[in-house]
């Protein structure tokens, strides 16, 4: 709903605004939702904080049991503290610098994704015939 609201916002500032630079979004993100008298900033803080707040809870929880799967329940303690340690750095160290380390692990997600895709696809193909093959899938655009 945020990421809605805020695109809808940022498209209207620009189409009243049409002089605003582009190249910073946090500003323009910032300036267009300054534009909603009185509570265009409070909403634009409300959603950031809550989105901040569960991708930190999100990422922790997540990375935590895929350490737990990989490593063993032993590791865990050593990822908690990894993980605080880096929310620390996170939150003092330049925005820039956060964003461009952000965007880099980010991408490097894809890498174990896409290889998992190439070794899975034999079976994502074979799955799919068969889920097909067997007309299930129109029973259930009929029900």
Known sequence: VICALTGLVIVSSIIAYPDIDYSDGAELTKMAFSKIPLIGPFILSFGLLTFAFST???WGYYGERAVEYI???RWTHA???LYIVAVF???VAN???VWNIADCMNALM???NLLSLICLNGVIVHET????WR???DREMTE
Do not use: F, V
Request: aromatic share 8%.
């Open 135 to 137: 007309n299930r899938l």
């Open 71 to 73: 490593k063993g329940k």
């Open 79 to 81: 990822y908690r503290l």
């Open 56 to 58: 930190i809870l999100g």
């Open 95 to 97: 925005l820039t610098i």
């Open 129 to 132: 015939r068969k889920y097909l």
């Open 89 to 91: 750095a996170g939150s």
């Open 110 to 112: 894809a890498i174990p």
